[in-house]
Nanobody
């Protein structure tokens, strides 16, 4: 079993920055991908940024150029630096850690989520 814990959410004004952290622990053998998702009120959960252990990253179009994902494979930790935040970035941010093959999740574990609120 893999435990995933996020931290770093909070309230910020539009244009501000926040940095989220996520750590996976437990039986992490085989973990090769960590990703951030966002769920806005009334919306489905959507992927925001992905980090694979071959050092590839990918971003949703809505955050590209504003958010940066980085990771420490040895510590099974991933970060999300969020700059130029907009009110529409508001939501619960979830971290997912697990094993993917050709971008498909074979096995993934979710954290409990951390709330990000961006005021206008």
């Amino acid at each position: 079993q893999v435990q995933v814990v996020e931290s770093g959410g909070g309230l910020v004004q539009a244009g501000g920055s926040l940095r989220l952290s996520c750590a996976a622990s437990g039986v992490t053998t085989g973990v090769n991908t960590m990703a951030w998702y966002r769920q806005a009120p009334g919306n489905q959960r959507e992927v925001v940024a992905t980090f694979t252990y071959d050092d590839k990253t990918d971003y949703a179009d809505s955050v590209r150029g504003r958010f940066t994902i980085s990771g420490d494979k040895g510590k099974n930790t991933v970060y999300l630096q969020m700059n130029s935040l907009k009110p529409e970035d508001t939501g619960v941010f979830y971290c997912r850690a697990g094993f993917t093959h050709s971008t498909n999740w074979i096995r993934g574990y979710w954290g409990q989520g951390t709330l990000v609120t961006v005021s206008s």
